[in-house]
């Protein structure tokens, strides 16, 4: 009898152990990066919303597209939730095949990302690329771009490289997603002809009235750039961190979901955090599905936990 009972306690004391277990240190960190687009700056909100309530900490840097995946590969990086796909497929699809990084998950799909016009110039006639060139003056032989080393930015030039659509001659603008976005207002103002790369989600599908340009499979993919957003990670970070490899994996996204959160931020000017407390707030059904499997950093339910730090 008693060595029965000494060995339930063994197991017993297993079992516990097994319930606690934790990753290691290295993992409550979780660095990651924001290229200052706001798509991503409201997807890594939703996820800091939840790692703090899991016992995680979350250091997000804002770093260009370039440096980010230069980051991931030099392991000054874990993770990114911004691998735009196939505009990024260049940089990606060669960094995979060296080991330098890793596919975790689609985390939105559904989503486009190609040039576009206002309607008013697509009204007038603009509505493939093949209609920019022969409307160069218009257009005044520039495309507004974001910042410089986006993926986006670097199609956009090896097309002018390409003399792509007769556009050789043509000029981009880089500047940033605001910066863009500012002169497409300035050019609504006046009806003046602009063109420029767009992508769902975001508010700017709404505020603008646009029209995504046909013919530009080659330089953003089929059917207008119709794109999926996948969820990268450092070389080992899967087997280094499960349990967070467990919550990115159960993380997706929608458009609306997406468009709502960075309507608040562009139009209302309301923090992405506070976006993000807004939508679980609206959405607290998104945990259920999110922390399904997943634990605090200490081992205990993941879902109480948040829910209980977020009042829901």
């Known amino acids: 009898m008693i060595k029965l009972l000494q ?61 980010t995946f230069r ?75 974001i910042e410089a080393g986006a993926s986006v930015n670097q199609n956009m030039l090896r097309m002018i490289d390409d003399d792509a659509f007769g556009l050789g001659d043509w000029k981009l603008v880089e500047s940033s997603e605001q910066g863009m976005l500012s002169q497409v207002q300035r050019a609504e103002r006046s009806d003046k002809w602009v063109v420029f790369p767009a992508w769902e989600p975001h508010p700017m599908n709404t505020e603008y009235k646009l029209t995504y340009l046909k013919g530009g499979d080659e330089y953003f993919g089929p059917n207008m750039g119709s794109a999926e957003v996948r969820t990268v990670a450092r070389p080992g970070f899967a087997e280094d961190c499960p349990n967070l490899t467990k919550l990115l994996e159960n993380m997706t996204f929608s458009v609306d979901l997406e468009n709502a959160m960075m309507s608040r931020i562009l139009t209302d000017g309301i923090s992405a955090d506070e976006a993000a407390k807004e939508a679980i707030g609206k959405h607290p059904e998104l945990l259920d599905e999110w922390l399904a499997g997943v634990t605090t950093f200490e081992g205990e339910p993941g879902l109480a936990a948040v829910k209980g730090k977020l009042g829901l």
């Not at 606690?20 to 290229?35: F, G, L, N, W």
């Not at 690329?129 to 003056?137: G, I, P, S, V």
């Open 7 to 67: 060995t339930t306690a063994a197991l017993s004391l297993v079992l516990a152990g097994t319930a606690m277990a934790k990753e290691p240190a290295s993992c409550q960190t979780v660095r990651y990066s924001d290229p200052g687009w706001t798509d991503i700056s409201s997807t890594n909100a939703l996820l800091k919303s939840v790692l703090g309530p899991l016992g995680y900490q979350a250091d997000i840097k804002t770093l260009s597209v370039a440096i």
């Open 71 to 145: 980051g991931l590969a030099g392991d000054e990086l874990d993770i990114f939730l911004g691998n735009w796909m196939p505009t990024q497929t260049k940089i990606v699809d060669p960094m995979v095949e060296k080991g330098e990084l890793d596919v975790l998950k689609v985390n939105l799909s559904g989503n486009r990302f190609t040039l576009a016009v206002p309607d008013y110039v697509a009204e007038a006639g603009v509505t493939s690329f093949d209609d920019l060139a022969k409307n160069a003056d218009k257009f005044d032989h520039k495309i507004y771009g």
